[in-house]
């Protein structure tokens, strides 16, 4: 067995021929949904899998993933963590604001919260930084995977509030949520297109891709914030 | 410019530079009872580029970034506990449907009260229920309809009392009375498109938002209506007994809430049992995603609905005969086919 760091606190766990990708449990014993865990050289390890997670899925497609060890994370749609529980892993000196806007998910979110030291929860809607904007500071990167019609809105309006200057956006893009008929390959162009030009904040895109065989018709795109915010 | 934070209000000046600064008391519970307050609007958010965590270590309020994090971290779960133990959405959205069905109760009284004495002074008026007390409030006597009023013929020809005065005071303000509880109703119903959305999107792209409501009202909760079986889904709201008011909306009383599903009611009589049916399973499993995956509109049950109901359009194009059903009768579709029948006649026999 061997583990490799592929990005700031992401590993790859080789074992019996199989690769895996892998974030060290920052709450060693504690399995958050049912994934594997395996200790190496002292040290444990979650499993992450990329079918269960965006952010994972664009690991495996290479993008360069910006969160480092003592990044300040906003993660808009955080559901009940599965996601979250990772980036906690990986911020294990930052932190991240979880904000998610269904009750019913917020209650697994906290159970999640309640185990970590580095989660602070918000039942919030992310259309509305406003109603956050008194608790969550200036963040390093924003992750976003909230499957809405309007998710660069959404993007735009965090960054502008919270997104430090060349932050960074983490957007998953769901074209279904977009639009149901369409063929996503448009959707995207379309997203992008909107990304790079209607929103004053100013969106440099960096990478984008999409993440299937992971996720079906969703895109990954990676931004970074060029204008200094009015 | 004065700003509020989760740990106080702060005046700043023009530059973001923190002046002064009022805290709060630095206790968990105390700072997460504030969390949840509703803000007060004329106190701003921190502006865009403000440095929340410097300055709540400049105003002494923390001592380090590390107790920063612990504080905020340990208010943001006091407080999204309490906001989430404030009862579920659902219990809004059930007490919601009922609000609704005991306004419905009462403006049907009401107007059938005001329908009766309008009556006496425009029996030719016709209208009732909401358009008769909108146009009561707006004109009381029917001396007052202008005369490019489409009721004016009617009323300058009407051979109803005169109503002046005290009569017509009394009337226009009953009248009023009747039209905010329509007011009422209808802001009920937006609440109940607003809050369905939030907690069950997909029942809502299926069922509808106010049908939908209705399930969740009647199964007692959200997750409590997951745990039905579709063929319970299907006839819920059935039981009269229970629930009286729905009567008088649902086209049978023998057929569940479900029925009123623009896709059953709008298609013939002999496709509805197998449309409801159709109906119930997605809804079953649209409710099942809404509670127990991760959110989100998954929108391929809808566009298997609809493949489905299109099929069993082209299926069953014609009511069936009677004789036909012994022709039918192969294998394990038997039984189900006689059961439609023998619904589908009674519902037919009870209209003629
Ligand atoms: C696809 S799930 C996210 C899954 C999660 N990122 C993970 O990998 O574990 C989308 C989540 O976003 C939430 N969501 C959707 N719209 C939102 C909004 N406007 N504000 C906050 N959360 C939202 C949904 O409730 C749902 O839990």
């Known amino acids: ?230 | 410019m004065k700003i509020i934070t989760w740990f106080g209000t702060l005046t700043l000046d023009d530059y973001g530079k923190v002046l002064e600064w009022d805290l709060f008391p630095k206790d968990t519970s105390a700072l997460a009872e504030i969390l949840v307050q509703p803000k007060k609007v004329e106190i701003d958010i921190p502006p865009a580029c403000f440095d929340i965590r410097a300055a709540a270590i400049e105003c002494g309020f923390v001592g380090s970034t590390e107790e920063y994090n612990t504080l905020l971290r340990d208010v943001s779960i006091r407080a999204a506990k309490k906001q989430i133990s404030g009862g579920t959405p659902d219990m809004g959205i059930i007490q919601a449907v009922e609000a609704l069905d005991d306004i419905d109760d009462a403006a049907n009284t009401l107007s059938e009260r005001l329908a009766e004495w309008y009556g006496m002074y425009f029996p030719e008026v016709g209208l009732s229920s909401e358009p008769l007390a909108r146009f009561v409030a707006k004109y009381g006597s029917r001396s007052n309809i202008p005369t490019d009023g489409h009721l004016y013929e009617k009323a300058t020809s009407s051979m109803g009392a005169e109503l002046a005065g005290p009569d017509e005071e009394l009337v226009k303000g009953f009248a009023e009375n009747i039209c905010t509880l329509y007011d009422s109703r209808s802001r009920i119903e937006d609440y109940l498109v607003k809050s369905m959305e939030t907690s069950a999107p997909n029942l809502v792209n299926i069922a509808g938002a106010l049908i939908g409501a209705r399930l969740v009202s009647m199964a007692g909760g959200l997750e409590k209506l997951a745990r039905f079986p579709s063929s319970t889904i299907q006839v819920i709201g059935a039981n009269r007994a229970l629930f009286k008011h729905l009567r008088a909306r649902a086209p049978s009383p023998k057929h569940g809430i479900i029925f009123n599903h623009p896709q059953i009611k709008n298609s013939p009589w002999w496709q509805r049992g197998k449309i409801a049916r159709a109906l119930a399973a997605k809804i079953s499993l649209a409710v099942r995603m809404d509670v127990y995956s991760d959110g989100g509109l998954n929108e391929s049950l809808k566009t298997e609905l609809n493949a489905k109901i299109e099929s069993i359009k082209a299926a069953h194009p014609k009511p069936p005969k009677r004789e036909s059903k012994a022709g039918m009768g192969k294998g394990k579709g038997r039984s189900q086919n006689k059961q439609q029948n023998k619904q589908s006649n009674k519902k037919a026999g009870g209209r003629r």
């Not at chain 1, 895996?20 to 002292?42: D, F, M, Q, R």
């Not at chain 1, 406003?130 to 499957?147: G, K, L, N, R, W």
């Open chain 1, 1 to 230: 067995m061997s583990t490799k760091e592929m990005s700031s606190g992401i590993f790859e766990i080789t074992e019996r021929g199989g690769k895996h990708l892998a974030t060290i449990n920052l709450v060693p014993g504690a399995s958050v949904y049912g994934e594997k865990l395996i200790e190496i050289e002292g040290c444990e390890y979650r499993i992450w899998n990329p079918k269960r997670s965006k952010l994972a899925a664009m690991m495996i497609k290479k993008f360069n993933i910006p969160i480092k060890r003592d990044s300040k994370v906003l993660y808009l749609g955080a559901a009940s963590g599965t996601t979250v529980s990772h980036v906690s892993d990986i911020v294990s000196e930052g932190i991240v604001y979880a904000v998610e806007f269904s009750p019913r998910t917020m209650r697994d979110l906290i159970g999640l919260c309640d185990m970590r030291p580095n989660i602070v929860p918000i039942l919030a809607d992310a259309n509305k930084p406003q109603s956050y904007a008194h608790i969550v500071e200036e963040v390093d990167v924003i992750f976003q995977d909230v499957a809405q019609p309007n998710q660069s809105e959404i993007a735009a309006v965090n960054a502008m509030q919270f997104l430090k200057r060349n932050g960074h956006l983490l957007l998953s893009i769901k074209a279904r949520s977009i639009d149901t008929v369409a063929n996503p390959k448009n959707v995207f162009k379309n997203e992008i297109r909107k990304l790079e030009h209607e929103f004053d904040v100013g969106f440099e895109i960096l990478d984008s891709r999409e993440l299937a065989p992971f996720h079906e018709d969703h895109l990954g795109v990676m931004a970074r914030v060029l204008r200094v915010r009015k």
